[in-house]
């Protein structure tokens, strides 16, 4: 049985679920012969009417539920489950799309039925000893309220430059590491955590 204090919480989109690669695949499918490609991904400007079709694509919900799956973050699931944590899903849900929220939902179920799903505008507010996740801006959030906390980070381009004490960046070749940082976080006292 698995110890209550020994929570993961696991991001979906840009960890598990490649949000990404799926809108950059049909953001290219509505570009037009002329129009120069557009790389999509957190943190990059672009035009309104680029905005405007990636809000079409995401309003459609069932775009949510065929998210393909990303090899890094199931790594990292994979070493939870071996070593019998209490994972959670925890993924932001977005302000302007409630549609999303319940099509996310269906894609957990689809991907990783046995996990719970929380889903919500602040990750901070949610406990774990581990957290997993591909965004700086979520991380440290999460990480105000748990200084102590491990963050496991999948690599991705718009988090290559981001660097903080206990946040290992996994980009495939560091499962040792991972692995050693997660069995030590397991062994901490929940009231080490805070």
Not at 6 to 30: H, K
Not at 61 to 66: A, F, L, P, Q, R
Not at 189 to 194: A, G, K, R, T, V
């Amino acid at each position: 049985m698995n110890d209550n204090s020994n929570i993961s919480l696991v991001d979906m989109d840009g960890t598990i679920a490649d949000y990404d690669g799926a809108m950059q695949r049909d953001m290219d499918e509505l570009a037009s012969p002329e129009e120069a490609k557009e790389e999509i991904g957190y943190g990059k400007p672009h035009p309104p009417h680029i905005w405007a079709r990636m809000k079409l694509i995401k309003e459609r919900g069932e775009w949510w539920e065929t998210l393909p799956k990303l090899k890094l973050g199931f790594d990292v699931l994979d070493i939870l489950r071996e070593l019998e944590f209490n994972i959670s899903i925890l993924t932001q849900g977005p302000k302007e799309n409630p549609i999303a929220w319940s099509h996310k939902v269906a894609w957990c179920m689809k991907n990783v039925p046995d996990l719970d799903i929380t889903i919500t505008r602040n990750k901070g507010l949610v406990y774990g000893k581990i957290l997993v996740d591909d965004y700086p801006e979520y991380i440290m959030q999460w990480i105000q309220y748990r200084p102590r906390g491990l963050v496991i980070m999948p690599a991705q381009n718009w988090n290559k430059n981001f660097a903080y004490k206990n946040v290992i960046r996994y980009d495939g070749t560091n499962l040792p590491e991972v692995r050693t940082a997660i069995k030590q976080a397991k062994k901490r006292q929940p009231s080490e955590d805070l």
